[in-house]
């Protein structure tokens, strides 16, 4: 069964960069069949999608977060990555990996990981 | 404020049908798939509707999906106290170069 976790620090500074990393196990990234994508939910609030990627490294980003966004794949360790640069304290939230299947592009997310509460705070 | 518009909350009976909806434009619902996702308390959302109207599999019959122009709907027949929860819609957003965007979400009651 295919299960991902996200691991990463849970605090980062203003300013700074926060980064995530999601481990897939029980499938591949390697898949034509699925995207591999980052969303997030500030506390109390809904949610947002910040990008995917693909498993030939293709990425697509929300329009409003693309400029401090990096989005990156390791297909050899079944792992891929989120780069969120100049965080400030609008970017706390839990934050998800999940896996999308490929339906006309990036489609449903059939598969969440448990999500990480990342806090922008001095 | 979220791109695809659902109202903040709805409730019902056990055994009643609950519907929610899910309001957007010509650049998402339109033209796009819906999907609907629910999430308890503390937890990752599920996938329950895709493509508008597909269950995943496990996802009992009572939830159904529709989509009519820049709306659409999720149904729950036989409302159970587990339902209780948070019902999100989700679609692809054609402008700025495309982009996922989500509802606000609907928080169901069960009484």
């Known amino acids: 069964q295919l299960q991902l976790q996200e691991s990463g620090p849970g605090l980062v500074k203003p300013s700074e960069t926060l980064s995530l990393t999601c481990t897939v196990s029980?499938?591949?990234?390697?898949?034509?069949?699925?995207?591999w994508g980052w969303i997030r939910q500030p506390p109390g609030k809904g949610h947002q999608w910040i990008g995917s990627?693909?498993?030939?490294?293709?990425?697509?980003?929300n329009p409003s977060l693309k400029s401090r966004v990096t989005i990156s794949m390791d297909t050899s360790n079944y792992q891929f990555s989120l780069r969120l640069r100049a965080v400030t304290a609008a970017d706390t939230a839990v934050y998800y990996c999940?896996?999308?299947?490929?339906?006309f592009g990036v489609g449903p997310i059939d598969s969440w990981g448990q999500g990480t509460l990342v806090s922008v705070s001095s | 404020q979220s791109v695809l518009t659902q109202p903040p909350s709805a409730s019902g009976t056990p055994g009643q049908r609950v519907t929610i909806s899910c309001s957007g434009s010509s650049s998402n619902i339109e033209n796009n798939y819906v999907d609907w996702y629910q999430q308890l308390p503390g937890t990752a959302p599920r996938l329950l509707i895709y493509s508008d109207d597909q269950r995943p599999s496990g996802v009992p019959d009572r939830f159904s999906g529709s989509r009519s122009g820049t709306s659409a709907s999720l149904a729950i027949s036989g409302l159970r106290s587990e339902d209780e929860a948070d019902y999100y819609c989700?679609?692809?957003?054609?402008?700025?170069?495309?982009?996922?965007?989500f509802g606000g979400g609907t928080k169901l009651t069960v009484l």
């Open positions: 989700a679609a692809w957003d054609d402008s700025l170069g495309g982009y996922l965007v």
């Open positions: 999940a896996r999308h299947r490929r339906i």
């Open positions: 990627i693909y498993y030939n490294g293709n990425t697509y980003h």
């Open positions: 029980g499938g591949s990234t390697s898949s034509d069949r699925h995207y």
